[in-house]
Each structure stands twice: as structure tokens, then as C-alpha cells.
């Protein structure tokens, strides 16, 4: 028999990318234990069905600290639509009293602010800079050099990339319809191609105009995903350095809208929804 684990959760969605918030303070599931949980939690069929659990946990570093696990089990750095629906939660239970405060991740100290609160909430997220340097993202070949609109081969086809980390790293690929492209076919080939040492999160865009873009992503650890907010993020700064966006643009997702900046301090600011769906318990034998 296998260890038993039970604990209360609520799960979230910002856009469609839904998450299993899990009160880490309460210390109810051992850390060797998070991906285990996070596969069993997050099974559509036999869980409770979400693209990742999130963690609310001390920090020492900032007012509250974020931890994501995804579907397969792997710890991803950051997630832009996650860290919405983490502010939320965390101000919603009264972890933070600020409506602007600072969340540590495994991509640096992020600053959410409260633009609307309660079970449907809107929250901007100071993502912070871009990273465009190819060893920093990474993709290798590339040294320090930007990696803006080089060629890469997936399979039959040479496509245009343009990679950006936002803490964890997204290749960003400008194509003529994003709803047909066939996203299952490329999607887990861009993940896991050779340029890519630590994989990556790969964005399929199609530019509609400087200020609207439509964007399918097929999520590094999760596969399609119905939104990813810090490939918005990737999006945006990919279409202004290719000269096809606006510094400010609404991203259209399968799951919702997003607006992103790329302010003159260099900051990607983020804004968008995160909703309460319901909270419950949950048992797992793992």
C-alpha cells in the first residue's frame, strides 16, 4: 500500500488555464511528494483536472512565495496566468493586506497588483524584463547573440523563431492562420528539439493587427494549453522585435484575453482575469 494524502484545495482558472491551489503553510504534502501529487491531482479523467498545481508558501525573500508543478510533474519556473490566480487566492485569504505585493518564483520576485478583487478578480503582474540573449534563455548555438527571426527545422518545415525568456523559455513562431495550424502535429517536436537544452514552451501567432494578436501555445510539461501568460509576455516582446506589434496589445488566447506592455522601463506588464471555480478535498494514494 502507498502513502495516503489528503487536503483541502480551491481550483482556479485565468483564461482557461486552470490550476490546483494547495495551501503550502498547512505543510500537508511533503515536497518529495509534489510531483506525485501534482500527475494524480491534475488527470482530467481521475483527478481533479487542471494543467498544474500551485503552491502558496513563506518566503524570506518576499511577502509570499509561488510554487508550480505541472501536469507531468515537473517544476516550471513561472506562469503568468498561475501568479494571477495565486495573487488572488493570497489576498482573497488574507496572506497579504496590500493590494500590491511582492510573490518570490523560481523566475525572480514578481509584483502583482489587486485591480479587482473577490472570486472573479483582475490582477496586473510587473512580469519584469525580457531576456533575449541565447545562452540566458537558453538556445544553444546562439552564444549572447538575440535569437530574432533564425531559422529553425521541426520536422519537414523551416520555420522563422524568435525565443525571449521570461524566466522559463518560450520560441515564438509568426504563421499566416493560428487556428489552423496544426499545433498537435509541431507542438511537443518544438518542445523538445534539439536547440532547446532545457526545452521549451512553444507560441504559434498570428499578428491580426500592431494591437491585436492571436496566439495557440502548446505548454512545456502540459501540451496545449487554453492560455499561457508569460508567452504572451514572449509574444508581445517577439512581434515588436520583428517589427509587427505595438508596444501595447491585446493577446487573444483560446481561453481569453489578455493585455500586455512592454513599458519604456523595460518591464513586461500583464493584465488580465482569475476566477475561483470551486474548492474541495482531495485524497490520493500515491
Known amino acids: 500500500m502507498g502513502k495516503l494524502?489528503?487536503?483541502?484545495?480551491t481550483k482556479w482558472q485565468g483564461c482557461g488555464n486552470d490550476f490546483?491551489?494547495?495551501?503550502?503553510?498547512?505543510?500537508?504534502i511533503a515536497e518529495?511528494?509534489?510531483?506525485a501529487v501534482s500527475k494524480a491531482a491534475c488527470d482530467r479523467h481521475y483527478g481533479i483536472g487542471a494543467d498544474g498545481i500551485i503552491l502558496l508558501l513563506p518566503s524570506d525573500k518576499a511577502d509570499i512565495r509561488m510554487r508550480i508543478i505541472n501536469a507531468d510533474g515537473s517544476e516550471a519556473e513561472m506562469c503568468g496566468n498561475g501568479i494571477r490566480c495565486f495573487a488572488a487566492l493570497a489576498y482573497n485569504l488574507g496572506m497579504v493586506k496590500e493590494t500590491e505585493f511582492t510573490v518570490e518564483t523560481g523566475a525572480g520576485i514578481l509584483v502583482p497588483r489587486m485591480e479587482k478583487t473577490g472570486r472573479k478578480s483582475q490582477v496586473r503582474v510587473d512580469m519584469g524584463e525580457p531576456v533575449l540573449e541565447g545562452d540566458n534563455i537558453p538556445v544553444a548555438g546562439f552564444g549572447m547573440n538575440r535569437v530574432i527571426s533564425e531559422d529553425i527545422t521541426v520536422k519537414d518545415k523551416t520555420f522563422k523563431m524568435t525565443c525571449v525568456s521570461m524566466g522559463n523559455p518560450h520560441c515564438v513562431t509568426f504563421v499566416d492562420d493560428a487556428e489552423k495550424f496544426?499545433?498537435?502535429?509541431?507542438g511537443p517536436l518544438f518542445e523538445k528539439h534539439e536547440k532547446f537544452?532545457?526545452?521549451?514552451?512553444?507560441?504559434f501567432v498570428e499578428v491580426i493587427d500592431r494591437q491585436h494578436i492571436r496566439m495557440r501555445v502548446w505548454e512545456r510539461g502540459a501540451a496545449v494549453t487554453l492560455a499561457c501568460g508569460t508567452g504572451s509576455c514572449a509574444t508581445l516582446t517577439a512581434a515588436v522585435l520583428n517589427g509587427l506589434a505595438d508596444r501595447k496589445a491585446e493577446i487573444q488566447l483560446d481561453g481569453g484575453k489578455l493585455t500586455v506592455e512592454w513599458a519604456e522601463n523595460n518591464h513586461l506588464f500583464m493584465t488580465g482575469p482569475a476566477e475561483e471555480v470551486y474548492s474541495g478535498e482531495y485524497e490520493v494514494e500515491i
Open 5 to 9: 494524502i489528503k487536503f483541502p484545495f
Open 20 to 28: 490546483v491551489m494547495i495551501d503550502g503553510f498547512a505543510n500537508a
Open 32 to 35: 518529495e511528494d509534489y510531483a
Open 182 to 186: 496544426p499545433i498537435y502535429e509541431y
Open 197 to 203: 537544452p532545457r526545452k521549451v514552451n512553444a507560441e
